[in-house]
């Protein structure tokens, strides 16, 4: 899995958004906003390979959670990413 190239970061208050770099990627239908621990997730995996394993060890380091919890977590967002059309496989 690798995170689609042509999309930025970005804050916006306490959350963030994803927003297009250029025309291409563009989708006025929607917007894309992750909270904290989704923005760390994609700011850590953006430009590399990852899977659900992946993520889920970046979860249990930063936030001391469970691996089952965290492994579901990340699949969960794998899948929003993917219907968002911001990863792919």
């Not at 916006?12 to 291409?24: D, P, Q, S, V, W």
């Not at 929607?30 to 390979?49: F, P, Q, R, T």
Request: no cysteine; proline share 1%; hydrophobic share 45%.
């Amino acid at each position: 899995m690798k995170t689609v190239e042509g999309f930025t970061l970005r804050p916006l208050g306490k959350e963030f958004i994803i927003t297009a770099e250029n025309i291409r990627n563009i989708n006025f239908n929607k917007m894309i906003s992750l909270n904290e621990s989704a923005a760390y997730l994609w700011k850590s995996v953006n430009g590399i390979d990852f899977n659900a394993d992946t993520l889920a060890d970046l979860l249990v380091e930063r936030y001391e959670i469970d691996r089952e919890t965290a492994l579901r977590d990340s699949e969960a967002i794998i899948v929003k990413w993917k219907e968002a059309g911001i990863a792919v496989d």
